[in-house]
């Protein structure tokens, strides 16, 4: 019993060294970040002591609170019609036959198996062709497009839970066809369509290679910005932006997901 | 008496801080079909588990042929289990699935394939060697799981509920199937359930358990008719369990009336539990009953009526052939071999053995 | 009957056609251009110039380091995948969080952070000096490439065998111990086959933005090393040849389309998701 004790003990403790170097790889850049926003220096390589001076100058930087109000715009927007047309896709293909439905969602998932940067060409040349002015629509149309498919991978499954009895349960009862979708079928669909829309938020606010290729010139997000400064050497408060965000979200998903580990704390005392 | 095969020994277990086995002592013979019954929650599975290895006690030995194997890792004991929901391998099929202790075992290819047929056959499912799991139905399913677990001829064959996800009549069906099984080969069958039907239908011996502890051990005859506590008396069966007051032996009143009754030793004027099963109950003209009482509700059930019938203050279960319209006097009498004597609980373990209001 | 119908084609009429105008024709241009000269006349030298030795070298190192960073990726994940799904964390959704928060700082500096930790005066060679180990000469070199790409793309990798892996009912588990395999055996004959659809996912999720990054080797390995998303990326937004540019596109996508049909035949069910 003790030598297999001691033998599960070393094997938690290894595993916890392994997740452990796993996180520190993920987040030693984020640690990184962090530290470069506090550093008075302008150059990344040299530690010129601590200082708040760039979130100061942050605010005061025009340029980059104008891409953080694109990047934030688009990301909100974009993602809010791809829930909207992604639930509504996804009622809809559910009700399809096998068949058409294969072919739909075969469709819908090139943007997500396909390379970012094919499809971010795939649209340049469409806009192009097109004659679309290039801008924050064309970037807008774009995420919207590849937000989609993250939509319905999330809102798909839950669909596919939703008894089809309960709906037809409460046109029994008398409720209208729509009525009875929001009274009864979306409250359950709901949590994914919210994951659904967090994912897409996500994956908007983190894109660079499909707005690179699908923004006109003079608007940027705070990507594309990024990118056009890494040549010139990034601007520090870009770190203080980027620390600012992070653990804003950070902070918001403790406050979300506090409630049920304090009950836990409870038990177990 | 059969030759014991195993035995455990004081077998107690928590999870979390609570006791779900407390000193349970048990033994199980060769060529027996043991079922442990009771409610969920009762210990049962988890007494199942530490025989197949997947849960190692906290306290207590598990002896098997007089070896202790309390410790011993799954792979390397001499019982199979037929799990819950089937647990078959997806990814292979009906064939590979039969094989997979045998391959493991390092087989022959021949004896193997003969396995392979001997058990379709066994479970009536010939031909279905390169069918997979997910095109069979949850009967199939099931007997695919009893076939690859007996082709390992193990000594004793476990089956936790194995008849859970099935429908009414295919469950009536493999009690039967089951029986012939354990007939033909000659192992030991322990059985889990929570269903009393199937424990009286297929058992030689049955557990019953509650809160950890064994309630009675006994025949399926002894625990229906002569169930030692109130628990066992309302978990089995419909019947009537009435506060009584033993007043001397062979005599009980129960609701303030004298019944006649056989069972002895319980001293005089000692409180005491009385189950009367709603068969045992005799329904005749007013003056001729014991007690009197009001018919308050009737159902026509099938093969009886069952009655509700209100006498000082009690309302009595009835199941009878004859009929008594709502609102009928009848008098009720019961035979003194049908009244079932039964001590209150009194120390700690016992109050498991109270029914839950 | 007629109106439920009505109501499917209402719900079903804007996703089809944002589908047919952003995605479908999207990708029918790219064929266009690729497979057009100048002058509009049909021609396949656009994509055979994936033949011509620059382009050639710049995909079969595309290819190298992908293949690489994959393994590395499925290497590191599947022992983490496993332990993650041990820990008997009923928090399903807090293990997906922990890989999606990196992406709430951006990608790109995320990425360029890699700099300061891995160049000549870096913190990794600081920390090697400490404990007197010899410097690596990491940045710009293809390692740091593939360092790159494993840590941005690793958690596609851990998310799908996570969920596969959590997915395993634990009775199949103990029936295939009790059947007498020992941890070794039920791992190969059970859990590994298990999880097969979702290390194809993780495969093709990580293969395919490795193969066609033009980032991550734009940050980390200097202006020298040039994969086939740096080629495609210049022939648009400098060369200014669409024509090229779609037609080397067209190479990648038969390398997607291959992945995307082997992870099809694999994951029949969608059973390697990622949520």
């Keep these: 019993m003790t030598k297999t004790g001691k033998k599960n003990a070393v094997k938690t403790t290894a595993q916890k060294i392994y997740i452990g170097l796993i996180f520190l790889f993920l987040y030693a ?33 025009r340029e980059i609170m104008q891409a953080l109000w694109n990047t934030l715009f688009i990301a909100f927007v974009a993602s809010l019609a791809a829930a909207v047309i992604g639930t509504a896709a996804c009622i809809a293909v559910n009700r399809m036959t096998r068949k058409k439905r294969a072919v739909v969602m075969g469709i819908t998932n090139i943007p997500m198996l396909n390379a970012d940067i094919v499809t971010g060409i795939s649209l340049m040349l469409l806009f192009i062709s097109f004659g679309f002015k290039f801008g924050l629509g064309t970037i807008l149309l774009s995420h919207i497009t590849f937000c989609i498919p993250y939509v319905m991978l999330c809102v798909m499954p839950r669909i596919r839970q939703v008894d089809a009895s309960v709906y037809e349960a409460a046109m029994d009862l008398g409720a209208s066809p729509l009525r009875a979708f929001f009274k009864v079928v979306f409250p359950d669909i709901l949590p994914g369509v919210l994951s659904g829309y967090l994912m897409a938020f996500t994956m908007s606010l983190d894109d660079f290679i499909i707005t690179h290729f699908t923004k006109g010139a003079g608007v940027d997000t705070l990507s594309t910005k990024i990118y056009t400064e890494v040549k010139k050497g990034i601007k520090p408060e870009m770190y203080a932006l980027s620390t600012i965000i992070f653990l804003t979200v950070l902070l918001l998903l403790f406050l979300v997901n506090r409630p049920p580990k304090e009950k836990i704390d409870k038990q177990n005392i | 008496m059969k030759k014991e095969l195993i035995h455990l020994l004081d077998i107690s277990k928590s999870f979390d801080g609570e006791l779900v086995l407390d000193e349970l002592d048990l033994s199980i013979h060769e060529n027996e079909f043991l079922t442990l019954l009771g409610p969920s929650g009762c210990g049962k599975t988890t007494t199942l588990r530490i025989l197949g290895g997947f849960v190692t006690p906290d306290k207590g030995r598990v002896v098997f042929d007089g070896q202790d194997i309390t410790t011993l890792p799954p792979n390397k004991r001499q019982l199979n289990t037929v799990f819950q929901k089937y647990a078959l391998f997806t990814h292979m099929n009906i064939a590979e699935n039969i094989a997979f202790g045998l391959k493991i075992k390092n087989k022959s290819q021949s004896y193997i394939e003969d396995k392979i047929k001997y058990a379709l056959k066994l479970v009536n499912l010939e031909g279905y060697e390169k069918r997979m799991p997910d095109s069979l139905s949850g009967g199939q399913q099931q007997r695919i799981a009893i076939a690859r677990a007996i082709v390992n001829e193990p000594k004793v064959l476990l089956l936790d509920e194995p008849l859970g996800a099935l429908d009414l009549k295919l469950r009536q069906d493999m009690q039967y199937e089951l029986i012939r099984l354990k007939n033909e080969l000659g192992i030991t069958f322990i059985y889990v359930t929570h269903d009393q039907e199937e424990a009286l239908t297929m058992s030689d011996t049955i557990v019953v358990m509650n809160q950890g502890y064994i309630q009675q051990i006994g025949t399926p005859e002894t625990i229906y008719n002569e169930p030692e506590n109130a628990f066992v008396a309302d978990f089995i069966g419909d019947s009537n369990i009435i506060d009584a007051l033993m007043i001397e032996d062979k005599l009980v009143s129960i609701l303030g009336m004298k019944f006649a009754c056989v069972d002895t030793g319980f001293g005089k004027n000692k409180p005491v539990d009385v189950v009367i099963r709603p068969e045992d109950v005799e329904l005749v003209e007013p003056g001729d009953g014991t007690i009197q009482g009001v018919v308050s509700h009737l159902i026509f059930k099938g093969v009886h009526y069952e009655m509700e019938v209100m006498a000082n203050g009690f309302e009595w279960l009835v199941h009878s052939t004859q009929m008594f319209p709502v609102g009928t006097n009848v008098g009720i009498r019961v035979n003194p071999f049908n009244i079932q004597i039964m001590n209150k609980p009194e120390s700690e373990d016992e109050e498991a053995a109270a029914i839950e209001e | 009957m007629k109106n ?52 050639a070298k710049a995909l079969w190192l595309s290819i190298g380091l992908s293949v690489v960073s994959t393994l590395i990726c499925f290497l590191l994940a599947y022992p983490l ?3 993650l799904a041990n820990m008997n964390v009923n928090q399903h959704s807090f293990i997906v969080l922990v890989f999606i928060l990196p992406m709430w700082m951006n990608f790109l500096l995320r990425t360029l952070a890699w700099q300061t930790l891995l160049e000549k005066n870096g913190v990794l060679n600081q920390i090697l000096g400490f404990f007197h180990l010899p410097p690596l000469n990491l940045i710009n070199t293809p390692a740091a490439i ?19 892996l959590v997915k ?17 055996q039920t791992f190969l004959k059970i859990t590994f086959p298990l999880t097969i659809p979702g290390i194809i996912s993780g495969i093709t999720m990580v293969f395919v933005p490795a193969l066609t990054t ?34 080397l596109s067209i190479v990648l996508m038969i390398f997607i389309i291959f992945n995307m049909v082997i992870s099809a035949i694999f994951d029949k069910n969608g059973e390697g998701s990622m949520l």
């Design chain 3, 168 to 184: 395993i009912d634990p009775s199949v588990v103990n029936a295939a111990r009790d059947l007498g395999a020992n941890g070794i």
């Design chain 3, 4 to 55: 439920k119908k009505r109501t499917g084609q209402l719900l079903s009429a804007p996703y089809l056609v944002w589908a047919a105008i952003f995605i479908l024709v999207p990708l029918g241009m790219v064929f266009y251009y690729g497979l057009t000269d100048k002058t509009g006349a049909f021609t396949i030298a656009n994509v055979a110039a994936i033949m011509g030795a620059e382009h």
């Design chain 3, 214 to 247: 033009f980032v991550i080797s734009k940050l980390l390995g200097g202006s020298k090393i040039l994969l086939i998303g740096n080629v495609i990326e210049e022939e648009f937004t400098q060369a200014g040849n669409w024509h090229l540019g779609s037609g």
């Design chain 3, 81 to 83: 995948a496993m332990i």
């Design chain 1, 29 to 61: 850049p984020i640690l990184t970040l962090i530290l470069l926003s506090f550093n008075a220096s302008r150059v990344r390589t040299k530690w010129g002591g601590f200082s708040f001076k760039w979130y100061v100058s942050l605010f005061g930087n």
């Design chain 3, 146 to 164: 593939i360092l790159g790409m494993v840590y941005n793309f690793l958690p596609f990798m851990v998310l799908p065998i996570y969920n596969a």
